[in-house]
């Protein structure tokens, strides 16, 4: 791996360190406003539960606790994040709204059938596998419920292979919707 790439890997792919924490204000400042559009495209109603996995810095999570007074719970595998993401979110915590968590998308610790929405974003691409990742996912929501996977144009992600990922992780009514910024994969959990 290049050193640039391991430099960014550090700070946006799995923050870690010093660099880690950097690249979480870099994150909370660059896609707050992207996360805050997939959220609109997912459809966050009054009471829904609601999951994001890789959720950095916690902006998203914050703009989430606005829109519901279901329950918005989250993991993220960089423990700089789940720092940054409680601090940021410390009320909405102590209220019992918010629940985040250290972990990974391959073992979510929540039951199954558990939210109406669940959301990705900028993160499936450093899953150690999308199809195991999205399959856990799938678990934990509820039938008829709908994933999001937002990706900005900086994320490296191809669209090309989502729906057949998102096929094969059991998900249906797959459709990609593009804006200036990125794009967004929405399914449904049948």
Known sequence: MSVMKT????????PRGGMGRLGGYIMALTNTKFG?????????????RVLEVGFG????????????????????????????ARA???????????????????????GD????KALAINS??????????????RRVLKPGATIALGFTVYSGQ???????TLALAGFTKTHLVTTADGFCALATKP
């Open 7 to 14: 430099i960014l890997m550090r700070m946006f792919g799995r």
């Open 36 to 48: 805050v559009r997939v959220c609109d495209l997912v459809g966050v109603a009054a009471n829904d």
């Open 57 to 84: 810095p916690g902006a998203v999570v914050d703009h989430l606790s606005k829109l519901t007074t279901g329950y918005v719970a989250g993991v993220d595998s960089s423990p700089e994040m789940v720092a940054q």
């Open 88 to 110: 940021r979110n410390r009320a909405a915590i102590q209220s019992g709204l918010v629940d985040l968590r250290l972990g990974s998308v391959d073992s979510l610790p929540f």
């Open 113 to 116: 059938n558990s939210f109406d």
């Open 124 to 137: 499936m691409q450093v899953w150690p596998n999308a199809v195991a990742g999205l399959r856990e996912i």
């Open 158 to 164: 191809s669209k090309n292979e989502l729906p057949e």
